[in-house]
């Protein structure tokens, strides 16, 4: 089975799902957006605590 681009697959979910494939591209894109802001602050968290912490 061959694994189509993200091109070619957005629009199957879209139909299975009963929504637009604009409205698939929307969920991507606010989806990764809070993906990227939980690193940024996974990443902030530890650079907090770890000059926070006592030598």
Excluded: N, Q
């Amino acid at each position: 089975m061959r694994i189509g681009s993200v091109h070619e697959i957005l629009p199957w979910l879209a139909a299975i799902f009963g929504i637009s494939t604009a409205t698939a591209w929307r969920y991507v894109d606010e989806t990764l957006e809070v993906l990227a802001s939980r690193r940024l602050s996974s990443a902030w968290a530890k650079e907090t605590l770890s000059s926070s912490t006592a030598p």
